[in-house]
């Protein structure tokens, strides 16, 4: 590589040598501009001591109060957790959990005490939660088709690859296909109330405005636009291979059948971690005097369609009321009250030594 | 390379030691069959590639870059294994390069090609069989005659059979070659025919040397009918390609070397690829992030199939495996799955890092041309970057290399006064510089005391007959006007060529610049020199009377000797020999008693910087000139070891003489050299002096530029300290290494190496060309590595070096000699000549001055300035802040990529190790490309994190960031911690914060890209706020810059997450950021992350700031927290 140890560009001085600011800036003066002159006004802040302090200070003083407020808020916040995995002998589910087939068509159900020992007041969100349950496996991620479930027609008659192998039964399209689908959580949970008087009272749960907004109206679509026929719209699809219904059937409101239907769109919607819950009803609050869930005791009746057993998940049931920072989480308030309480011991340390330094420094200037 | 090779390794064994080259008709054609020797041919190669093999050839050499191979790499895993990222995110930025990068070289390869052929194809005449033949340049071989005319260059080495001057001589500038702008006289080799058709004759010579001043050889000429005459050839006698004819109207001369075996093809070394130091720590991190990646990819592939070992993990009911799938065999599994792995973390390794180095450094070399402090008015011309690799090398330089005539000096003489029987005569102008040249009025004696008027003139006659002065014959004037002489000399010899120095426009040319200066001292003094015309000089005396000399012998300048003679006949018949040289040469072989009042004006002068000679003279008798003169045309002629015994026969001649006077010239200093090289040294930075000129004058212009001090001890180890006599000079060498290095090395307490962090002793180090090749290429083996170490050390140990009569390739030796040793550290070249050239191109920055002496430097340069004065900004400024800008730009690149990457990673503990990637696919393409990476860009080409001002005045500051200070492996671990540190808060924060994931008041649930984005936005926003706190120096730009990629990102994402895009398959990001932002949770989450990534950096600040204030906090004055205009200085 080295042997054309000459330069022929050295015989000839016609060639200009390609670099920056070649031939064009030669013979011009410079223009005097403050940018290219690198002077442009500059403002040069620095971080002494003394301009960190009173940061340090506010930083402490605004994030404690934070920290504590939404601790408080978090504690405030009352949740209900009720595990109905079954896998304990002792469990009422037990015996559902124990005898799971798919293709067993009576559905087996078990019920589940438990008692409420503070009323809930405001409106009450019950949960169903999974553990160890991997909605963020990659494969599972991507096993599903957005466009299918955006209602193009084009992709209910033929799946994304990206659905395999839940792309196809019997040579017919899924809809909706993928994993995701497919896994639907199909558990079916009713809440009754045990009046004092011995009476059992199923409380009414909502299950609309469970699914966000955008993914009810923007993301998710049936197919044949406001087209009521379900039936005829998903003809020559095959129902997803564990579902028990067809997509058209979730729901008798057609606002919430379909690939609209929000039990359906909170699935969809994959969870961040293996252990995770779903918004699955809310139990809105229909009397201002009377709380939303009184103290009491309650039965919860599961539908046990889903099997956990083989992966070692576990089910639970949550009821928790929501405050304006979502669920119970006393993470952020403990965080925001460490956070600020150590800027603020900080701040102390560091008046502490700026005092002692300032002095140091002072004598130095006098001295020198 | 096998060129190379071939000149490494053969030379003294497998090549003859000469080459016969047969000129004209072969001697006696009856002759058995002859075979003309194999010379290579006059074609020139510079360029890389053909048409055929750029492509292949191109590309192989891009993807031996380490990254490229790795982004090639990492593109075909994507392209053949089932990857969470599309091929197209490392594709396209990968081809993008690539192609950008061929288009580059290709086209700087047609220019060379262009070049190349421009040299190859150009016309020249070559003499055959008495015809004159218009043949391409490639064609000539080895034993043409080629004839060229004036102001042509030549087209490859001739040895000089006519001219069209009378006297045979011809003048030919060596400009291109060794810088010499001054003309030279060659001398056509004596007793050829004037019918070169009918020249018959050989030529010996030795095989091609690259030393420009060498050359042995002879020719013999054959006569039809007797016998054949042999000539001696010099130096003298061979026109170098690439010098230029001047003042000849042409002349023939026979080809000995051709194509790339020419001198000036064998002084050139290739422009190779000048890699900064920076690049290596590149590289080094590069690797280390790469062992990162790797063993990320290993622990997760690792993990997975331990997690997937157990029942029900690896393929639960919900998430089945496709068949395909399930087939694959295991260990080819594992083994995509660790590709994947790697794919996946791969941005840890960005390719974009490479992009914005190369923007931040072309865009930041035009502030080097964009300098108006840069500008010099003389020539109309700012700084000028030929490379934009180095800026920050600038910041790095521990050794500079300087030459000094035009560089130092501005090389142009002037003659300041001289002593006359010791009494001092000093000339002053009153009037301006040029108009000074043609006053010729008496001696302007400003001392009462005057020498006799006998003594006097025999001085000056003394001056204008001892030199080798020619005067110069104006080109537009018949040459034949002898009248028109006196014209020339008083200054009418206009002839247009503006550039050149004052003393070509009063028509004198010379090979020393000092006898010009002499010559013209004398003419102030009423004796003008008219010219020199069939061996017969022309002196106009006081009395406008022209007296005649006969020119009888020159007894050459050698450095050896260090003084040159002229032997004359005058009219009256007296033989003189005029001898001018170094007083240490002169003095001891004059009468003694005539030394001392001479001594002290010598002394003062060289105390003042001044160059001084020293005039003596005497009378030949008749047979001591008979002697003489034999005595010199029999060593003329010898062919073995001519030098000695000329030299011999110059001492025996040279002796008996009384002295009349000395002179004293100076050679201007640059401007502000002394003070340039002054806060160079402050900034820690050793210069050393390497030039081809003598070592008196090189001496008295290191004290002038005060790299010498008063108090510096000077260890000299020269071809006079070596000389002594006794012993060998091998032995002397030996024992004066060890000599100084015990004075210099040893004695120095242990610790303090730097010379500048003692007050002890200091020593400066003077070598010369020859004892310089004796210490590198010494005869035993094993003293050779032992005398270059001494050497090297001795030299490290000492404030300056100056290195004299240096040949080109040996001032390359010496650069290279430092730039391998120990520590390898950071060399600049600067010069102004074509001799300058290798060791501009060897050194790690070369820097070129756009000096008188023509463009070559400059074109061969990394960077080009108008003076040396602007090598302190260029340096302590720009350097410094170049420095500190791509070390700050290379760190924050791998902190920010790595904590990027870093939650991706903790992700997949989280997710089944099953590669999915954390962040959508849009904020992993986009991230290195539009929300950090012009924050960065804008950091690094406007941060000054002190002044420009602070830095000129603070030479020392520049010593803060030496050895590559920023980008050790210290502040590589500390910036790494940091990176690790935000990725874990990034990650462990928003881990936390999901564990409930119900984070609206309506109970609606996030999932895994909510998750995904609220890290990534807590990382875009710590990233740039660190940058920001990392700012010293705030510009609307970085504001403009900072807050606007904050603003992007947040615009992006609410664009991004609110269409559904009919290209995506899936629309995971929908409405997430919107989603997100509407969550109070979330919000306070984002700032209570940023805020505790921040907090030990600011701490860290806080910290420094009050136990260690630098330099900067004491130097500049900058008010706190404020804005501060600077003044613009007009």
């Given at each position: 590589?080295?042997?054309?140890?000459?330069?022929a560009?050295?015989?000839d001085?016609?060639?200009?040598?390609?670099?920056?600011?070649?031939g064009?800036?030669?013979s011009?003066?410079?223009?005097n501009?403050?940018?290219?002159?690198?002077r442009?006004?500059?403002?040069?802040?620095i971080?002494?001591?003394?301009?960190?302090?009173?940061?340090?200070?506010g930083?402490?003083?605004?994030?404690?109060?934070?920290?504590?407020?939404?601790?408080?808020?978090?504690n405030?916040?009352?949740?209900?957790?009720?595990?109905?995995t079954?896998?304990d002998m002792?469990s009422?589910?037990?015996?559902?959990s124990?005898?799971?087939?798919?293709?067993?068509?009576?559905?087996?159900?078990?019920?589940?005490?438990?008692?409420?020992?503070q009323?809930?007041?405001?409106?009450?969100?019950?949960?169903?939660?999974?553990s160890?349950?991997?909605?963020?496996?990659?494969?599972?991620?991507?096993?599903?088709?957005?466009?299918?479930?955006n209602?193009?027609?084009?992709?209910?008659?033929?799946?994304?690859?990206?659905c395999?192998?839940?792309?196809?039964?019997?040579?017919?399209?899924?809809?909706?296909?993928?994993?995701?689908?497919?896994?639907?959580?199909?558990?079916?949970?009713?809440?009754?109330?045990?009046?004092?008087?011995?009476?059992?009272?199923?409380?009414?749960?909502t299950?609309?405005?469970?699914?966000?907004?955008?993914d009810?109206?923007?993301?998710?679509?049936?197919?044949?636009?406001?087209?009521?026929?379900?039936?005829?719209v998903?003809q020559?699809?095959?129902?997803?291979?564990?579902w028990?219904?067809?997509?058209?059937?979730?729901?008798?409101?057609?606002?919430?059948?379909?690939?609209?239907n929000?039990?359906?769109?909170?699935?969809?919607?994959?969870?961040?971690?293996p252990?995770?819950r779903?918004?699955?009803?809310?139990?809105?609050?229909k009397d201002?005097?009377?709380p939303?869930l009184?103290?009491?005791?309650?039965?919860?009746?599961?539908?046990?369609?889903?099997?956990?057993?083989?992966?070692?998940?576990?089910?639970?049931?949550?009821?928790?009321?929501?405050?304006?920072?979502g669920?119970?989480?006393?993470?952020?308030?403990?965080?925001?009250?460490?956070?600020?309480?150590?800027?603020?011991?900080?701040?102390?340390?560091?008046?502490?030594?700026?005092?002692?330094?300032g002095n140091?420094?002072?004598?130095?200037?006098?001295?020198? | 390379?096998?060129?190379r090779?071939?000149?490494?390794l053969?030379?003294d064994?497998?090549?003859?030691?000469?080459r016969?080259?047969y000129?004209?008709?072969?001697?006696?054609?009856?002759?058995?069959?002859?075979?003309?020797?194999?010379?290579?041919?006059?074609?020139?190669?510079s360029?890389?590639?053909?048409?055929?093999?750029?492509?292949?050839?191109?590309?192989?050499?891009?993807?031996?870059?380490?990254?490229?191979?790795?982004?090639?790499?990492i593109f075909?895993?994507?392209?053949?294994?089932?990857?969470?990222?599309?091929?197209?995110?490392?594709?396209?930025?990968?081809?993008f390069?690539?192609?950008?990068?061929?288009?580059k070289?290709?086209?700087?390869?047609?220019?060379r090609?262009k070049?190349?052929?421009?040299?190859?194809?150009?016309?020249?005449?070559?003499?055959?069989?008495?015809?004159?033949?218009?043949?391409e340049?490639?064609?000539?071989?080895?034993?043409?005659?080629?004839e060229v005319?004036?102001?042509?260059?030549?087209?490859?080495d001739?040895?000089?059979?006519?001219?069209?001057?009378d006297?045979?001589?011809?003048?030919?500038?060596?400009?291109?070659?060794?810088?010499?702008?001054n003309?030279?006289?060659h001398?056509?080799v004596?007793?050829?025919?004037?019918d070169?058709?009918?020249?018959?004759?050989t030529?010996e010579?030795?095989?091609?040397?690259p030393?420009?001043?060498?050359?042995?050889?002879?020719?013999?000429?054959?006569?039809?009918?007797?016998?054949?005459?042999?000539?001696s050839?010099g130096?003298e006698?061979?026109?170098?390609?690439?010098?230029?004819?001047?003042?000849?109207k042409?002349?023939?001369?026979?080809?000995?070397?051709?194509?790339?075996?020419?001198?000036?093809?064998?002084?050139?070394?290739?422009?190779?690829?000048?890699?900064?130091?920076?690049?290596?720590?590149?590289?080094a991190?590069?690797?280390?992030?790469?062992?990162?990646?790797?063993?990320?990819?290993?622990?997760c592939?690792?993990?997975?199939?331990?997690?997937?070992?157990?029942?029900?993990?690896?393929?639960?009911?919900?998430?089945?495996?496709?068949p395909?799938?399930?087939?694959?065999?295991l260990y080819?599994?594992?083994f995509?799955?660790?590709?994947?792995?790697?794919?996946?973390?791969?941005?840890?390794?960005p390719v974009?890092?490479?992009?914005t180095?190369?923007?931040?450094?072309?865009?930041?070399?035009?502030?080097i041309?964009?300098?108006?402090?840069?500008?010099d008015p003389?020539?109309?011309?700012?700084?000028?970057?030929?490379?934009s690799?180095?800026?920050e090398?600038?910041?790095?330089?521990?050794?500079?290399?300087?030459?000094?005539?035009g560089?130092?000096?501005q090389?142009?003489m002037e003659?300041?006064?001289?002593?006359?029987?010791?009494?001092?005569?000093?000339?002053?102008d009153?009037?301006?510089?040029?108009d000074?040249?043609?006053?010729?009025?008496?001696?302007?004696?400003?001392?009462?005391q005057?020498?006799?008027?006998?003594?006097?003139?025999?001085?000056l006659?003394?001056?204008?007959?001892?030199?080798?002065?020619?005067?110069?014959?104006?080109?537009?004037?018949d040459?034949?006007?002898?009248g028109?002489?006196?014209?020339?000399?008083?200054?009418l010899?206009?002839d247009?060529?503006?550039?050149?120095?004052?003393q070509?426009?009063?028509g004198f040319i010379?090979?020393?610049?000092?006898?010009i200066?002499?010559?013209?001292?004398?003419?102030?003094?009423?004796?003008?020199?008219?010219?020199?015309?069939?061996?017969?000089?022309?002196?106009?005396?006081?009395n406008?009377?022209v007296?005649?000399?006969?020119?009888?012998?020159?007894?050459?300048?050698?450095?050896v000797?260090?003084?040159?003679?002229?032997?004359?006949?005058?009219?009256?018949?007296?033989?003189?020999?005029?001898?001018?040289?170094?007083?240490a040469?002169?003095?001891?072989?004059?009468?003694q008693?005539?030394?001392?009042?001479?001594r002290?004006?010598?002394?003062?002068?060289?105390?003042?910087?001044?160059?001084?000679?020293?005039?003596?003279?005497?009378?030949?008798?008749?047979?001591?000139?008979?002697?003489?003169?034999?005595?010199?045309?029999?060593?003329?002629l010898?062919?073995?070891?001519r030098?000695?015994?000329?030299?011999?026969?110059?001492?025996?001649?040279?002796t008996?003489m009384?002295l009349?006077?000395?002179t004293?010239?100076?050679d201007r200093?640059?401007?502000?050299?002394?003070?340039?090289?002054?806060?160079?040294?402050?900034?820690?930075?050793?210069?050393?002096?390497?030039?081809?000129d003598?070592?008196?004058?090189?001496k008295?212009?290191?004290y002038?530029c005060r790299?010498?001090?008063?108090?510096?001890?000077?260890?000299?180890?020269t071809?006079?300290t070596?000389e002594?006599?006794?012993?060998?000079?091998?032995?002397?060498?030996?024992e004066?290494?060890?000599?100084?290095?015990?004075?210099?090395v040893q004695?120095?307490?242990?610790?303090?190496?730097?010379?500048w962090?003692?007050?002890?002793?200091?020593?400066?180090?003077?070598?010369?060309?020859?004892?310089?090749?004796m210490v590198?290429?010494?005869?035993?083996?094993?003293?050779?590595?032992?005398?270059k170490?001494?050497?090297?050390?001795?030299?490290?140990?000492?404030?300056?070096?100056?290195?004299?009569?240096m040949a080109?390739?040996?001032?390359?030796?010496?650069v290279?000699?430092?730039?391998n040793s120990?520590?390898?550290?950071?060399t600049?070249?600067?010069?102004?000549?074509?001799?300058?050239v290798?060791?501009?191109?060897?050194?790690?920055?070369?820097?070129?001055?756009?000096?008188?002496e023509?463009?070559?430097?400059?074109?061969?340069?990394?960077?080009?300035?108008?003076?040396?004065?602007?090598?302190?900004?260029l340096?302590?400024?720009?350097?410094?802040?170049?420095?500190?800008?791509?070390?700050?730009?290379?760190?924050?690149?791998?902190?920010?990529?790595?904590?990027?990457?870093?939650?991706?990673?903790?992700?997949?503990?989280f997710c089944?190790?099953?590669?999915?990637?954390?962040?959508?696919a849009?904020?992993?393409?986009?991230?290195?490309?539009?929300?950090?990476?012009?924050?960065?860009?804008?950091?690094?080409?406007?941060e000054?994190?002190?002044?420009?001002d602070?830095l000129?005045?603070?030479?020392t500051?520049y010593?803060?960031?030496a050895?590559?200070?920023?980008?050790?492996?210290?502040?590589?671990?500390?910036?790494?911690?940091?990176?690790?540190?935000?990725?874990?808060?990034?990650?462990f924060g928003?881990?936390?914060?999901f564990?409930?994931?119900?984070?609206?008041?309506?109970?609606?649930?996030?999932?895994?890209?909510?998750?995904?984005?609220?890290?990534?936005?807590?990382?875009?926003?710590?990233v740039?706020?660190?940058?920001?706190l990392?700012?010293?120096?705030?510009?609307?730009l970085?504001h403009?810059?900072?807050?606007?990629?904050?603003?992007?990102?947040?615009?992006?994402?609410?664009?991004?997450?609110?269409?559904?895009?009919?290209?995506?398959?899936?629309?995971?990001l929908?409405s997430v950021?919107?989603?997100?932002?509407?969550s109070?949770?979330v919000?306070?989450?984002?700032?209570?992350?940023?805020?505790?990534?921040?907090?030990?950096?600011?701490?860290?600040?806080?910290?420094?700031?009050p136990?260690?204030?630098?330099?900067?906090?004491?130097?500049?004055a900058?008010?706190?927290?404020?804005?501060?205009?600077?003044?613009?200085?007009?």
């Amino acid at each position: 590589m080295m042997a054309s140890s000459y330069n022929a560009k050295d015989e000839d001085g016609n060639i200009t040598v390609s670099g920056p600011g070649g031939g064009a800036l030669r013979s011009k003066k410079p223009e005097n501009t403050a940018f290219k002159q690198q002077r442009l006004p500059a403002w040069q802040p620095i971080l002494t001591a003394g301009t960190v302090l009173p940061a340090f200070f506010g930083i402490g003083l605004f994030f404690i109060p934070i920290g504590i407020g939404l601790y408080v808020t978090s504690n405030n916040i009352k949740e209900l957790e009720i595990d109905y995995t079954g896998s304990d002998m002792s469990s009422p589910c037990f015996n559902c959990s124990q005898s799971f087939s798919w293709n067993s068509t009576k559905p087996c159900t078990c019920t589940i005490p438990f008692h409420l020992d503070q009323p809930y007041d405001s409106n009450v969100f019950m949960y169903y939660g999974l553990s160890n349950f991997y909605q963020n496996h990659r494969r599972y991620v991507k096993s599903r088709d957005d466009s299918q479930l955006n209602g193009d027609s084009g992709s209910l008659m033929k799946p994304s690859k990206e659905c395999e192998p839940y792309a196809y039964f019997e040579k017919k399209p899924i809809a909706p296909c993928g994993a995701i689908a497919n896994s639907m959580f199909n558990d079916t949970l009713e809440l009754f109330y045990n009046n004092p008087n011995g009476t059992k009272v199923k409380i009414p749960l909502t299950s609309t405005g469970i699914a966000w907004w955008t993914d009810k109206h923007v993301k998710f679509r049936n197919p044949g636009g406001s087209n009521p026929n379900f039936t005829a719209v998903f003809q020559g699809t095959a129902k997803p291979v564990n579902w028990r219904r067809p997509v058209y059937e979730l729901d008798s409101d057609p606002e919430n059948n379909g690939f609209i239907n929000e039990d359906f769109i909170v699935w969809m919607r994959t969870a961040a971690l293996p252990t995770f819950r779903k918004l699955y009803r809310i139990i809105q609050k229909k009397d201002d005097l009377l709380p939303t869930l009184p103290r009491g005791s309650y039965t919860l009746e599961v539908v046990y369609n889903y099997p956990v057993r083989s992966f070692e998940g576990r089910k639970r049931m949550i009821l928790s009321t929501i405050s304006w920072m979502g669920g119970k989480n006393p993470f952020l308030g403990i965080a925001y009250i460490t956070v600020g309480s150590v800027c603020f011991f900080l701040g102390v340390i560091l008046l502490i030594i700026h005092h002692k330094y300032g002095n140091r420094s002072n004598s130095a200037d006098i001295s020198s | 390379m096998l060129r190379r090779l071939n000149r490494l390794l053969g030379g003294d064994e497998r090549r003859v030691d000469s080459r016969t080259i047969y000129v004209g008709r072969q001697p006696g054609s009856t002759n058995e069959a002859f075979i003309p020797p194999k010379f290579c041919d006059n074609r020139i190669v510079s360029s890389k590639y053909t048409v055929w093999n750029f492509l292949p050839k191109n590309l192989f050499e891009q993807f031996r870059r380490i990254a490229n191979f790795y982004f090639l790499i990492i593109f075909l895993v994507q392209v053949i294994v089932d990857t969470p990222t599309s091929p197209v995110t490392s594709g396209l930025p990968l081809f993008f390069v690539i192609t950008v990068t061929a288009i580059k070289q290709g086209y700087e390869d047609w220019l060379r090609h262009k070049a190349d052929y421009e040299v190859n194809k150009y016309r020249v005449t070559v003499l055959e069989d008495g015809r004159r033949i218009s043949k391409e340049s490639e064609k000539i071989k080895v034993g043409d005659v080629v004839e060229v005319v004036e102001d042509e260059t030549f087209p490859c080495d001739l040895i000089l059979l006519q001219s069209s001057r009378d006297d045979g001589t011809c003048f030919v500038t060596t400009a291109s070659l060794d810088g010499e702008s001054n003309h030279k006289t060659h001398y056509t080799v004596p007793d050829i025919e004037k019918d070169l058709e009918m020249l018959c004759a050989t030529i010996e010579c030795e095989q091609p040397q690259p030393d420009l001043y060498k050359f042995v050889g002879r020719m013999q000429i054959y006569r039809n009918n007797q016998e054949s005459v042999v000539r001696s050839l010099g130096p003298e006698n061979l026109l170098l390609k690439g010098a230029t004819l001047k003042n000849t109207k042409k002349i023939c001369g026979v080809a000995v070397y051709t194509g790339m075996e020419t001198k000036m093809a064998l002084n050139y070394q290739g422009k190779s690829q000048k890699r900064s130091a920076v690049e290596k720590s590149i590289n080094a991190f590069l690797l280390v992030y790469l062992c990162i990646l790797l063993s990320k990819a290993l622990v997760c592939t690792t993990l997975k199939y331990v997690w997937q070992s157990k029942p029900g993990q690896d393929e639960p009911w919900y998430n089945e495996k496709t068949p395909r799938e399930k087939e694959t065999n295991l260990y080819l599994k594992m083994f995509t799955d660790f590709l994947s792995f790697m794919v996946l973390f791969n941005f840890i390794i960005p390719v974009s890092m490479y992009v914005t180095v190369e923007m931040q450094k072309f865009l930041g070399s035009l502030f080097i041309t964009w300098d108006k402090d840069f500008f010099d008015p003389e020539i109309k011309e700012g700084a000028l970057v030929n490379t934009s690799d180095l800026n920050e090398e600038l910041g790095q330089v521990e050794y500079v290399f300087t030459d000094k005539t035009g560089t130092l000096t501005q090389n142009n003489m002037e003659f300041i006064e001289c002593c006359i029987d010791g009494f001092q005569y000093t000339y002053r102008d009153t009037a301006s510089e040029l108009d000074g040249f043609c006053v010729t009025d008496g001696p302007v004696s400003k001392l009462p005391q005057k020498a006799s008027t006998e003594r006097e003139e025999l001085f000056l006659r003394a001056l204008c007959l001892c030199h080798t002065v020619q005067v110069k014959e104006p080109t537009e004037q018949d040459q034949g006007q002898g009248g028109g002489l006196l014209d020339q000399v008083d200054g009418l010899g206009v002839d247009g060529e503006v550039l050149q120095p004052p003393q070509e426009e009063k028509g004198f040319i010379a090979s020393s610049p000092d006898e010009i200066a002499l010559v013209k001292g004398a003419v102030r003094y009423g004796f003008t020199f008219l010219g020199l015309e069939n061996k017969v000089m022309k002196i106009l005396n006081r009395n406008k009377d022209v007296e005649m000399y006969e020119l009888l012998h020159v007894l050459n300048f050698d450095p050896v000797r260090r003084r040159m003679s002229v032997i004359v006949r005058s009219r009256s018949g007296d033989t003189l020999l005029f001898c001018k040289g170094a007083d240490a040469s002169i003095f001891p072989r004059v009468r003694q008693e005539e030394v001392e009042r001479i001594r002290m004006h010598v002394d003062r002068n060289a105390k003042e910087g001044y160059r001084t000679l020293c005039v003596a003279y005497k009378y030949l008798s008749a047979e001591e000139y008979a002697q003489a003169d034999a005595g010199l045309r029999e060593a003329r002629l010898a062919l073995q070891d001519r030098e000695e015994k000329l030299m011999a026969v110059y001492n025996q001649v040279e002796t008996g003489m009384s002295l009349i006077g000395a002179t004293a010239v100076e050679d201007r200093l640059q401007e502000e050299a002394a003070e340039t090289m002054e806060s160079l040294q402050g900034a820690g930075i050793k210069i050393w002096v390497l030039t081809g000129d003598k070592m008196e004058t090189a001496k008295s212009t290191c004290y002038a530029c005060r790299l010498f001090q008063r108090n510096t001890e000077l260890l000299e180890l020269t071809v006079r300290t070596l000389e002594d006599g006794r012993m060998r000079r091998e032995a002397r060498l030996h024992e004066l290494l060890i000599e100084y290095h015990k004075k210099a090395v040893q004695d120095v307490p242990p610790g303090v190496t730097r010379s500048w962090c003692s007050d002890s002793q200091d020593y400066g180090f003077i070598i010369d060309g020859a004892s310089l090749s004796m210490v590198l290429n010494c005869s035993h083996e094993s003293n050779s590595s032992l005398y270059k170490n001494l050497f090297l050390q001795i030299c490290q140990n000492c404030t300056a070096v100056l290195c004299c009569r240096m040949a080109p390739l040996q001032k390359a030796q010496i650069v290279k000699m430092v730039k391998n040793s120990k520590g390898s550290p950071i060399t600049l070249s600067i010069g102004d000549g074509a001799n300058d050239v290798s060791m501009i191109l060897e050194a790690h920055v070369g820097i070129g001055i756009k000096g008188k002496e023509g463009r070559q430097a400059v074109r061969n340069s990394d960077y080009a300035i108008p003076k040396l004065k602007h090598l302190k900004k260029l340096l302590l400024a720009h350097g410094h802040l170049y420095y500190v800008r791509i070390a700050h730009l290379v760190q924050y690149f791998f902190y920010k990529n790595l904590c990027f990457i870093l939650p991706q990673f903790l992700y997949q503990f989280f997710c089944g190790y099953s590669q999915q990637p954390l962040y959508d696919a849009a904020y992993l393409t986009m991230y290195n490309i539009c929300f950090t990476s012009m924050p960065i860009l804008a950091y690094s080409l406007l941060e000054q994190h002190i002044c420009i001002d602070v830095l000129l005045e603070n030479a020392t500051l520049y010593r803060a960031i030496a050895k590559n200070a920023m980008l050790r492996w210290g502040p590589f671990i500390k910036w790494t911690l940091q990176g690790v540190f935000h990725g874990l808060v990034f990650f462990f924060g928003v881990r936390y914060l999901f564990s409930n994931p119900a984070l609206q008041n309506n109970g609606q649930v996030f999932g895994n890209w909510s998750y995904g984005t609220i890290v990534f936005t807590v990382l875009v926003f710590t990233v740039t706020l660190k940058l920001a706190l990392d700012t010293r120096h705030w510009t609307w730009l970085n504001h403009f810059v900072i807050w606007g990629s904050l603003a992007f990102y947040v615009v992006f994402s609410f664009f991004w997450g609110g269409i559904i895009w009919p290209f995506l398959s899936q629309q995971r990001l929908c409405s997430v950021f919107a989603k997100m932002l509407s969550s109070l949770s979330v919000w306070l989450v984002i700032i209570l992350l940023i805020l505790l990534s921040l907090l030990p950096e600011i701490l860290l600040v806080v910290f420094r700031n009050p136990f260690a204030p630098r330099p900067r906090q004491a130097a500049a004055a900058v008010t706190p927290l404020s804005y501060k205009h600077l003044k613009e200085h007009e």
